[in-house]
């Protein structure tokens, strides 16, 4: 009898890290200002949640079109999954919806086992499937993404984690959601893209 309750006071101590993953957006700096765990994070598309929308941070990063921008995360709780990187150019209305979430029916209710990464991404998709990892990370992750070559005065860099073996939360289902305000000029001297959608005027 005092087995069972060990086990079952470890598994409750367990649990909790498990159910709930969370990661800070390092570079480019976050819209919001985020704590030591990152939160708010769970509602999309750009984080905040049912009880608590966020504090701005002001913070617009200047950046150039058709250029590399480095994007750093760390994962504050361990969970595996994947990561995606989008952009809006008018709107965080223009953002994509999160992953599709492939799921199992358990007592405790659905599940997820995966989620859809666009291969090859397309825009609003930057980078799609980065850092999927089954263990915990011990070092931020970090990658380089490149910009499309255009202009906006006031871009949203949108940067999700889908959670693999994740119960559906509320709000964000299997996603947590962060995001950056960019100003990108584009470059002059390389070709404009012209797969984004039009700068509203």
Known sequence: M???ILVFASLLLVVPAVA?????????????????RGDPQKGGPCGGSNTDFGKPSYIIGKVV???????K???TIYHPGHYRV?????????????PVAAVIQTPQGPRSISGTINVPPQPPVLADGLFYHQTRAT?????????????CPKC???????MDQHAFNNPGGYTYHHCADLQITADPNKPRDTGWPALRQ
């Open 20 to 36: 709930r993953a969370h990661f800070k957006l390092l570079e480019p700096a976050s819209w919001l200002v985020e704590d030591d």
């Open 65 to 71: 079109g058709g250029s590399k921008l480095h994007i």
């Open 73 to 75: 995360v760390q994962e």
């Open 86 to 98: 989008a952009l809006a150019v008018n709107s965080p209305l223009e953002l994509p919806l999160d």
């Open 2 to 4: 005092k087995r069972t």
């Open 156 to 162: 949203t860099l949108q940067v999700v984690q889908f």
């Open 139 to 151: 070092a931020p992750f970090e990658t380089d993404v490149t910009l499309p070559n255009i202009s």
